[in-house]
């Protein structure tokens, strides 16, 4: 197992020089924490303007640029890098080597789950509004982000037959994942917030808002970590069902 | 002028096949969703921001992308062996991907506002944000040999375009922001939905400033495309 991430590691890093993925990990964070460094600033002023206190909503807007940006970039990322292989045949090439077939996918899939674990804690460190409790759990947040990624990308490499499909797909997956799981946080006392899970992007941002606020934290954690192991399951059987 | 009409024929039939209008309809969708559900007088307030951050934008990864593609499957080298030029080539994908902005961007307005927004600043505001962005897309994805390469630095322009929500909403009042012409699209479209009253000198500085880089980019799709695309052959 270890030489098998050992060589596709070594060949992912030779396909799109380390540098992309690199510059990825460390510029995806740090863009989107510097638009958090506005939130001090943007508070000051509604509340000089219209008197209105933003502070309730910071974890609102950590949600939109700390955990749901990082996923849609780094999971797009990962979708492009799974039709790249479908446009150079690496699945079929490596069904005439003893690999396991679901192996190249769930190599993909763990690698992106690493990258984004990081991206997200290093925005959440940097962007200042959260406190040392909230990053702790933070990392835990970060997994269940990087399997949210992992979906978009699945989704991407899945539905779409190339590059310029996959794009589209992307823009239909837009709303889906840094919009529509914002809504129920207008509502947190009603059960209909729950409903909203059905969505995999509802449950990193649910667990982010918990941690920031210091409500229960672990249901929603354990949750996400459930619902969206099973969606990637499912999904990566059925990506290497169709190889 | 025929070349064009039939280039612009041919790209929608391109941008239908790749599933871009149903993406973007998709998109759409759920704007009206999320809009939906906004206090109607917020409602005058967050549209500018829907519009100028996703519906209005759409061109710029949809060129991207059909770039990329058509470079991959060899149909732009196709393409301009015939006698349709890379002048017509770019007007045409301008055409369609700014109709698909202002179908998309009337299509959540209006049922969400009937016709409640003065048409001349809305539209003058979609489509100048709209051609700025396709050729800012154009220009940034040519030198890169992937869109899986370009996705990354193309951060870097988005993020630029977007400073200007701090100087529209007033958070960062500098003026220096005018500078970056998207501030020129957010005018418009507050203005469209009387959320800035816009002065003769801004009402100019908007479209003026806009037309002018999106006439500069226009120049410089030309050569950027000469020289990364034409001279090699890149791989997709």
């Given at each position: 197992m270890t030489t098998l991430i050992r060589s596709f590691g070594r060949n992912d890093l030779r396909a799109i020089r380390g540098d992309t993925v690199l510059v990825t990990v460390l510029l995806a964070p740090v863009l989107y924490a510097v638009s958090l460094w506005a939130v001090p600033a943007v508070t000051r002023?509604?509340?000089?303007?219209?008197?209105?206190?933003?502070t309730p909503y910071h974890p609102l807007l950590v949600s939109a640029?700390?955990?749901?940006?990082?996923?849609?970039v780094l999971g797009s990322l990962c979708g492009?890098?799974?039709l790249d292989d479908k446009d150079q045949r690496t699945l079929l090439a490596l069904q005439v080597t003893p690999t396991p077939r679901a192996a190249y996918p769930a190599y993909r899939a763990g690698a992106t789950i690493l990258l984004v674990t990081i991206a997200v804690e290093a925005t959440l460190a940097l962007s200042g509004l959260v406190s040392g409790a909230a990053l702790a759990k933070g990392v835990a947040i970060g997994v269940l982000t990087g399997l949210l990624s992992v979906l978009i990308g699945l989704t991407m490499g899945t539905l779409a037959g190339n590059k310029v499909e996959g794009i589209a797909i992307l823009k239909g997956l837009g709303m889906l994942v840094s919009a529509i799981p914002l809504i129920p946080f207008f509502f947190l006392d009603s059960p209909w917030e729950l409903a909203f899970g059905l969505l995999p992007s509802y449950w990193p941002a649910r667990a982010l808002w918990a941690a920031m606020d210091g409500g229960v934290f672990w249901p929603y954690l354990l949750g996400g970590l459930v619902y969206n192991s099973l969606l990637t399951v499912a999904l990566l059987r059925w990506t290497a069902r169709r190889g | 002028m025929s070349a064009t009409i039939a280039a612009l024929r041919l790209d929608l039939r391109l941008q239908r096949r790749y599933g871009f209008l149903y993406a973007a309809a998709f998109a759409a969708v759920l704007w009206i969703v999320v809009l939906n559900l906004l206090p109607a007088k917020v409602?005058?307030?967050a549209l500018p921001y829907a519009l100028f951050g996703d519906l209005a934008i759409v061109g710029f990864f949809f060129i991207a992308g059909a770039v990329f593609f058509e470079k991959g499957e060899r149909?732009?080298?196709?393409?301009?062996?015939t006698p349709l030029r890379f002048r017509e080539y770019l007007l045409a994908k301008l055409g369609t991907l700014t109709m698909i902005a202002v179908t998309v961007s009337l299509a959540v307005v209006i049922p969400l506002r009937g016709l409640d927004f003065h048409p001349l600043t809305f539209l003058a505001g979609i489509v100048l944000t709209s051609l700025l962005m396709i050729l800012l897309g154009f220009v940034t994805a040519a030198p890169y040999p992937s869109v899986s390469e370009w996705l990354m630095p193309a951060l870097v322009p988005l993020v630029i375009v977007n400073v200007p929500l701090l100087s529209y909403s007033g958070v960062w009042p500098e003026p220096l922001l005018y500078l970056i012409p998207t501030h020129g699209s957010l005018l418009l479209l507050g203005?469209?939905?009387d959320q800035v009253a816009l002065s003769w000198p801004q009402l100019l500085y908007a479209l003026g400033y806009q037309l002018l880089w999106i006439v500069g980019l226009f120049f410089l799709a030309r050569k950027v495309f000469e020289r990364f695309v034409i001279s090699r052959?890149?791989?997709s």
């Amino acid at each position: 197992m270890t030489t098998l991430i050992r060589s596709f590691g070594r060949n992912d890093l030779r396909a799109i020089r380390g540098d992309t993925v690199l510059v990825t990990v460390l510029l995806a964070p740090v863009l989107y924490a510097v638009s958090l460094w506005a939130v001090p600033a943007v508070t000051r002023f509604a509340a000089a303007t219209w008197e209105f206190d933003l502070t309730p909503y910071h974890p609102l807007l950590v949600s939109a640029f700390g955990v749901l940006g990082p996923a849609m970039v780094l999971g797009s990322l990962c979708g492009l890098l799974l039709l790249d292989d479908k446009d150079q045949r690496t699945l079929l090439a490596l069904q005439v080597t003893p690999t396991p077939r679901a192996a190249y996918p769930a190599y993909r899939a763990g690698a992106t789950i690493l990258l984004v674990t990081i991206a997200v804690e290093a925005t959440l460190a940097l962007s200042g509004l959260v406190s040392g409790a909230a990053l702790a759990k933070g990392v835990a947040i970060g997994v269940l982000t990087g399997l949210l990624s992992v979906l978009i990308g699945l989704t991407m490499g899945t539905l779409a037959g190339n590059k310029v499909e996959g794009i589209a797909i992307l823009k239909g997956l837009g709303m889906l994942v840094s919009a529509i799981p914002l809504i129920p946080f207008f509502f947190l006392d009603s059960p209909w917030e729950l409903a909203f899970g059905l969505l995999p992007s509802y449950w990193p941002a649910r667990a982010l808002w918990a941690a920031m606020d210091g409500g229960v934290f672990w249901p929603y954690l354990l949750g996400g970590l459930v619902y969206n192991s099973l969606l990637t399951v499912a999904l990566l059987r059925w990506t290497a069902r169709r190889g | 002028m025929s070349a064009t009409i039939a280039a612009l024929r041919l790209d929608l039939r391109l941008q239908r096949r790749y599933g871009f209008l149903y993406a973007a309809a998709f998109a759409a969708v759920l704007w009206i969703v999320v809009l939906n559900l906004l206090p109607a007088k917020v409602l005058g307030a967050a549209l500018p921001y829907a519009l100028f951050g996703d519906l209005a934008i759409v061109g710029f990864f949809f060129i991207a992308g059909a770039v990329f593609f058509e470079k991959g499957e060899r149909t732009l080298f196709a393409l301009l062996s015939t006698p349709l030029r890379f002048r017509e080539y770019l007007l045409a994908k301008l055409g369609t991907l700014t109709m698909i902005a202002v179908t998309v961007s009337l299509a959540v307005v209006i049922p969400l506002r009937g016709l409640d927004f003065h048409p001349l600043t809305f539209l003058a505001g979609i489509v100048l944000t709209s051609l700025l962005m396709i050729l800012l897309g154009f220009v940034t994805a040519a030198p890169y040999p992937s869109v899986s390469e370009w996705l990354m630095p193309a951060l870097v322009p988005l993020v630029i375009v977007n400073v200007p929500l701090l100087s529209y909403s007033g958070v960062w009042p500098e003026p220096l922001l005018y500078l970056i012409p998207t501030h020129g699209s957010l005018l418009l479209l507050g203005a469209a939905f009387d959320q800035v009253a816009l002065s003769w000198p801004q009402l100019l500085y908007a479209l003026g400033y806009q037309l002018l880089w999106i006439v500069g980019l226009f120049f410089l799709a030309r050569k950027v495309f000469e020289r990364f695309v034409i001279s090699r052959e890149g791989s997709s």
